[in-house]
C-alpha cells in the first residue's frame, strides 16, 4: 500500500486525500479518471496499492479476503493522514463489506469506522446531488425494524446535526427541513398507522421553536421530496434508505454524493458500490460520482477553511 502524492505543494490548494477501495471492484478505474479530469482543482494524495493493480493479488470482479484487507488499510492510512494534518478532507471509494468481513474484519461502513475512529458518537449520513439533499434517520436497516430504530432524542440529535452542518459546510443561514412521513400518506392523521404523531411530531414541534431553523412535516414522502426538488426546502430527512436514494438516483444518481456529517473534517464518497460486475470492463466504469464527490469534498473544506 502506498500513498501517491499528485503532487503535495505547498500551496492554498485544498489537500484531498483519496482512497481507493476495493481494488477488485472499480475504485482504482475511476480514481485515476476522476484525478486526470480534475487536475488543478486540488492537491491530490492517492491512498492505495499502484493504479496498475496486480490481479494475480487482487482478483477483479469478486469479494476477495485480499482486497477486504487492502481496502481497510486504505482507509487506515486516511484516517492517519487527516490526524497528522497531511490533508484537508477524505474521499473513500466505495468497499466490500463482504470482502471485508472474509478478511475477519468487523465493518458495518465507513460512516461508523470514521466514526470510531474519532470518538465521535453521533453522525448523520446525507446524501444528494444537484437537486437533493437527504438526511437519513436510519441507514442500512430491514424495513421491518425502521419503526422500531426511529427515536425521539435521535431524530432530534441528526436534525440538528443536520441544520449545523448545512450552515458550516453549505453556508446555509436559516436551513430548511422537512420531515418524511414513515407510512404512506404519512399515515393520513393515524388512519395508517400512528408512527408519524408518536415518533416524528414532538420533534417537529420542539424544533419549530428554534428561530434558527425552519421544520415542517412529517408530510407524505412523495409530497416531501417533490417540494424540496422545487427549491422549497434546504433539506429532507427521509426515514429510512429507499426514500432517499430511490429520487436520488433518478434525478441524478450519476453525480450523486455521499458526505458524513458530524466528523471533524470533511468526508465523501460517491453514490455507488464497488461495481465488481464491471471491473472486467472498464469501459463501462465512470468517474461521474467520485467526480461530484470530490469536488463537493473540495467546496466543503474550502468553505471551513474559511469559516
Known amino acids: 500500500?502506498?500513498?501517491?502524492?499528485?503532487?503535495?505543494?505547498?500551496?492554498?490548494?485544498?489537500?484531498?486525500?483519496?482512497?481507493?477501495g476495493d481494488p477488485s471492484g472499480i475504485g482504482p478505474l475511476i480514481t485515476r479518471d476522476a484525478v486526470k479530469s480534475l487536475k488543478g482543482e486540488a492537491d491530490f494524495v492517492i491512498i492505495?496499492?499502484?493504479?496498475?493493480?496486480?490481479?494475480?493479488?487482487?482478483p477483479p470482479g469478486k469479494a476477495n479476503a485480499s482486497s477486504g484487507l487492502a481496502s481497510v488499510k486504505?482507509?487506515?492510512?486516511?484516517?492517519?493522514?487527516?490526524?497528522?494534518?497531511?490533508?484537508?478532507?477524505?474521499?473513500?471509494?466505495?468497499?466490500?463489506?463482504?470482502?471485508?468481513?472474509?478478511?475477519?474484519?468487523?465493518?458495518?461502513?465507513?460512516?461508523?469506522?470514521?466514526?470510531?475512529?474519532?470518538?465521535?458518537?453521533?453522525?448523520?449520513?446525507m446524501l444528494l446531488n444537484s437537486s437533493l439533499r437527504f438526511s437519513l434517520l436510519t441507514r442500512h436497516v430491514p424495513l421491518s425494524?425502521?419503526?422500531?430504530?426511529?427515536?425521539?432524542?435521535?431524530?432530534?440529535l441528526d436534525s440538528r446535526i443536520t441544520c449545523r452542518y448545512l450552515k458550516n459546510l453549505f453556508g446555509i443561514s436559516k436551513p430548511r427541513l422537512v420531515f418524511c412521513g414513515i407510512n404512506p400518506h404519512a399515515s393520513d392523521n393515524g388512519i395508517i398507522g400512528e408512527e408519524e404523531d408518536r415518533i416524528v411530531m414532538p420533534v417537529v414541534k420542539s424544533l419549530k421553536k428554534l428561530r434558527s431553523i425552519s421544520v415542517e412535516g412529517p408530510v407524505s414522502a412523495d409530497i416531501a421530496v417533490l417540494r424540496a426538488y422545487r427549491g422549497e426546502f434546504d433539506c429532507v430527512m427521509a426515514a429510512y434508505h429507499d426514500q432517499a436514494l430511490i429520487p436520488l438516483k433518478l434525478s441524478g444518481g450519476d453525480?450523486?454524493?455521499?458526505?458524513t456529517l458530524g466528523l471533524p473534517f470533511v468526508r465523501t464518497s460517491p453514490l455507488h458500490g464497488t461495481a465488481f460486475d464491471i471491473a472486467l470492463k472498464p469501459e463501462k466504469a465512470r468517474p461521474d460520482s467520485l467526480i461530484s464527490a470530490i469536488r463537493l469534498a473540495i467546496k466543503c473544506a474550502s468553505f471551513r477553511r474559511k469559516a
Open 48 to 58: 492505495g496499492d499502484p493504479l496498475s493493480i496486480d490481479a494475480k493479488v487482487f
Open 74 to 125: 486504505y482507509i487506515d492510512a486516511g484516517i492517519s493522514m487527516i490526524k497528522k494534518k497531511e490533508i484537508d478532507c477524505l474521499v473513500t471509494c466505495p468497499v466490500s463489506k463482504e470482502a471485508i468481513n472474509l478478511a475477519g474484519i468487523e465493518f458495518k461502513g465507513h460512516t461508523e469506522y470514521l466514526a470510531d475512529a474519532f470518538g465521535v458518537k453521533n453522525c448523520v449520513m
Open 145 to 156: 425494524r425502521v419503526s422500531g430504530a426511529l427515536n425521539r432524542r435521535q431524530i432530534g
Open 255 to 259: 453525480t450523486g454524493v455521499n458526505i
Open 1 to 20: 500500500m502506498s500513498s501517491k502524492r499528485n503532487p503535495i505543494s505547498r500551496s492554498s490548494r485544498i489537500r484531498v486525500g483519496i482512497t481507493i
